[in-house]
């Protein structure tokens, strides 16, 4: 394959007439491409340089694709279709060429290849990534199937077989940046571990560095560490865990609810990322055998992003967790958080009373925070007094009055509440019925003319009912002020880039408790996804709720008065219309929103 191809690279001309022959320009557009190519390559080139003064190198690293995507065409001369990006032109390149065609997965790149295989300087100068090596044959990412000359250097300078695949140069050069700089500050900063690390005073509020002008600084830890929380962004990690092990230290992100591993440092590094971060988080750098707790601020684009920090020590050092709590996906409207139509509405008849009790339930990590911080949000008006009391605070909202427990000093959640009535009110929201005396506290609060929301960790919403009678509730004023019950889920969703139509097999069927005996319908139409860099080959991206609400009506007062046990205020439930959390995913399923592994991953402890 190698050998036939030319030396010159794919040019403007070549690109954009392959395009118009496969029907994705016209013919005006190109000619327009030929004629504008040069002040193109220019303006993209000044975009990317703070200079003025353009190299020749400069020009000559802009590729023909990345020109012509810079004209925005539509992908169908109609002008009906999706914007002619990089992406699409070289896909297109790389299936004329019979040459495969990848988008680099950053979580299956090997960074010490990568890094033993080519320079920085080299790299970077011919856009050249090392994906994986297979005995004596080395597959690397280029953005140019003509390169002849780069293919002969790279076999003399690796001694092996060299399989090119195709990628965007954008790609190529970010993955570049990525890779080379976090390997070397953290190389750096292990060569180092003999000296002291003067990290300083630092504010609360941290200013990453922009991931280009990272490398120009000489602290390496420091750019460890910004390069990880970068990472983080770039790839919507929840959570970053960083794990000390027997001869080196983890480092492992939360990716829609499912862990990845990402990246092995020296052992040496650990303690001094773990100072670094601890240092951001105002903690006690020589406290190592106490858990802590912190928290930081940061910025992604133009947000702040609030990172709660907490230190566990583990059997071979400290172990550091960084819960990312990103604004965009804390605080959202309530009618994108998952709801069903008829859910929306009724949720909505929960929360804009004027006073009562509503409990939202279920377990670590299944969005209870999203709900209340969003409704919150949509219920603070200038009109209204919003309080919350919460351990931790998770996320700083100048809209609200935050209140952060510390029980060491006696402020407990019922002893805050309790202060809390006589600051006038009029939504509280009290992050967790935990005893007797909150759970007293709280319907208190409801009796007097305040609406309160609050969590229970329970898996369902009449479960809710029964564990707030066994806290110590009394039945009567419990069935008095309780407005409704919300339990939730989160599940994953199905791919958009990938998904791909299937049905669901009898035994499916059976195991969700579907009869279609009884309709027309042979079998249930869902969607799966084939697996996809876009969704790191899971199938599944981005997540979404699944909701049972569970409206207070005279029949469960009547249940309530009369102590009755969690499935008998069910099944009164659901004579009412309540959907179970089986349900409501069932619903996610049949709609092509979810996965039936996510269903029952999700609602395994769920009724039918």
């Not at 209140?403 to 509440?417: D, E, N, R, S, Y």
Request: glycine residues 4%; proline residues 3%; contains cysteine.
């Amino acid at each position: 394959m190698i050998a036939a191809m030319r030396t010159q690279r794919v040019t403007v001309d070549e690109l954009a007439q392959l395009l118009f022959e496969k029907q994705l320009i016209s013919a005006d557009q190109a000619k327009e491409v030929v004629v504008r190519a040069e002040s193109q390559r220019a303006r993209l080139s000044l975009s990317r340089s703070k200079s003025d003064t353009l190299s020749k190198r400069e020009l000559k690293s802009i590729t023909a694709a990345e020109i012509i995507a810079s004209f925005k065409f539509s992908s169908r001369k109609d002008g009906a279709g999706d914007s002619l990006d990089e992406d699409l032109i070289m896909k297109t390149l790389a299936a004329d060429k019979n040459i495969p065609y990848v988008n680099i997965d950053p979580l299956k790149l090997d960074a010490n290849l990568i890094t033993s295989t080519v320079s920085l300087p080299f790299a970077r100068r011919t856009s050249v990534l090392p994906l994986s090596k297979n005995d004596n044959a080395l597959t690397v990412a280029v953005c140019d199937p003509y390169d002849k000359e780069l293919f002969e250097e790279l076999r003399i300078l690796t001694r092996m077989e060299i399989r090119p695949v195709l990628a965007m140069r954008s790609d190529i050069q970010r993955f570049i940046t990525e890779v080379y700089g976090f390997k070397k500050s953290v190389t750096n900063a292990a060569k180092e571990m003999g000296d002291s690390i003067d990290i300083g005073n630092l504010e609360q509020l941290f200013q990453l560095s922009k991931v280009d002008d990272i490398e120009s600084n000489d602290q390496h830890v420091v750019n460890a560490v910004d390069y990880l929380l970068h990472y983080a962004f770039d790839q919507r990690a929840s959570d970053i865990h960083i794990e000390p092990k027997r001869d080196h230290s983890q480092v492992r992100m939360r990716i829609d609810g499912v862990l990845h591993d990402i990246y092995k440092i020296p052992k040496a590094v650990h303690p001094a990322v773990i100072s670094r971060i601890k240092t951001m988080s105002r903690l006690d750098l020589a406290e190592k055998r106490r858990p802590q707790d912190g928290r930081f601020k940061s910025q992604k684009e133009n947000a702040e992003v609030e990172m709660r920090v907490s230190t566990l020590p583990v059997a071979f050092g400290e172990k550091m967790v960084i819960r990312i709590f990103d604004p965009t996906v804390l605080i959202q409207s309530t009618a994108d958080l998952g709801f069903e139509n008829d859910h929306h509405g009724k949720f909505m008849n929960f929360v804009e009373r004027p006073n009562g009790l509503i409990l939202v339930t279920g377990p670590t990590g299944s969005g209870k925070t999203t709900t209340l911080y969003s409704t919150l949000r949509h219920l603070s008006t200038p009109e209204v007094n919003v309080v919350s009391i919460e351990d931790p605070i998770e996320m700083v909202i100048e809209q609200f009055n935050q209140i952060a427990i510390q029980p060491k000093i006696g402020l407990t959640f019922a002893t805050a509440l309790r202060h809390v009535l006589r600051q006038d009110p009029d939504i509280v929201m009290v992050g967790e019925i935990r005893d007797k005396e909150t759970a007293e506290q709280a319907i208190q609060a409801a009796l007097t003319g305040h609406l309160v929301i609050s969590t229970l960790h329970t898996n369902d919403s009449a479960t809710s009912i029964t564990r707030m009678v066994e806290l110590g509730a009394n039945p009567f004023l419990l069935a008095s002020v309780l407005v409704g019950v919300v339990a939730q889920r989160l599940v994953r969703c199905v791919c958009s880039k990938c998904k791909m139509e299937t049905t669901l097999t009898p035994d499916q069927l059976d195991l969700l408790g579907i009869d279609l005996e009884s309709s027309d319908q042979k079998s249930l139409t869902i969607f799966e996804g084939a697996g996809c860099v876009h969704c790191r080959n899971t199938g599944l991206y981005g997540r979404t709720g699944v909701f049972e609400l569970l409206t207070v009506n005279d029949t469960i007062r009547e249940l309530i008065l009369e102590n009755a046990d969690a499935p008998a205020i069910l099944r009164a439930a659901r004579a009412d219309g309540t959907t179970t959390l089986r349900e409501s995913a069932i619903r996610k399923l049949a709609g092509g929103i979810t996965s039936f592994d996510e269903v029952i991953r999700t609602t395994i402890d769920a009724d039918v």
